[in-house]
């Protein structure tokens, strides 16, 4: 079982549709951060949300942590065929481990 | 900075023999984390470091995997014997406050 479940699992989109995909666990996180991989290489740190409620904008992407830290969501706008990847959240719980969702596999078709 | 640094980038071996796994961590960064990924596991962590000392090793599968940072710029993930199942990604990644992590490029690992 997944600390952190995320969803959809699988997500394939024409480009320029809007997306959200999310984030949630029934523990409460002191901070969560989002990731993407693209084939080949490894995860790379998109942000981090360490307050409830906190909207962080990065150009198309808007990350939202819930007011409860307890979940939190992404959302694409205009979707581009580079925003295709692997979406990982992670988080540290209250026992103070590190752990990562299974993520969401984003594919934006031309 | 060159980022983390892991090989080698791709390995195959044999069943039962040993693996070493190597990695450098970015300049500066107090923490060290060793990960494995596989399609139907997702990303798992396996054991991380903190000032080259290990701090949480639970996510080690076995006795046959064992991780080492004698110095804060390089450390180890060796497995003896391998076996098919341990056929995964393995990455490698630092970080400042442990929870904004960078990630190396990975090693993938096939044992046949």
């Known amino acids: 079982t997944q600390l952190l479940e995320q969803s959809p699992q699988f997500l394939s989109i024409q480009e320029g549709e809007n997306l959200t995909v999310y984030c949630n666990s029934s523990?409460?996180?002191?901070?969560l951060q989002w990731y993407r991989q693209e084939p080949g290489e490894g995860p790379v740190l998109l942000v981090t949300v360490v307050t409830g409620g906190e909207v962080k904008k990065l150009k198309r992407l808007t990350f939202q942590f819930g007011d409860a830290r307890k979940d939190s969501s992404l959302h694409i706008t205009a979707a581009q065929p580079g925003d295709t990847g692997l979406y990982l959240c992670?988080?540290?719980?209250?026992?103070?481990?590190?752990?990562f969702g299974a993520g969401t596999r984003l594919t934006v078709k031309p | 900075d060159a980022g983390v640094i892991q090989s080698p980038r791709h390995e195959v071996t044999e069943m039962g023999q040993e693996v070493t796994l190597r990695c450098k961590p970015i300049?500066?960064?107090?923490?060290l984390f060793w990960y494995r990924q596989t399609m139907m596991r997702g990303l798992e962590l396996l054991i991380y470091?903190?000032?080259?000392?290990?701090?949480?090793d639970s996510g080690m599968p076995e006795d046959r995997f064992s991780a080492k940072m004698p110095n804060a710029s390089f450390s180890t993930l060796k497995i003896q014997p391998s076996e098919p199942r341990d056929s995964a990604v393995y990455f490698c990644?630092?970080?400042?406050?442990?929870?904004?992590?960078?990630f190396g490029p990975g090693t993938r690992l096939t044992v046949l």
């Open positions: 470091f903190n000032n080259n000392v290990p701090i949480d």
């Open positions: 523990s409460v996180f002191s901070s």
């Open positions: 992670a988080g540290d719980d209250n026992n103070n481990d590190m752990r």
């Open positions: 990644a630092s970080s400042l406050d442990r929870n904004e992590q960078f």
């Open positions: 300049s500066g960064h107090d923490y």
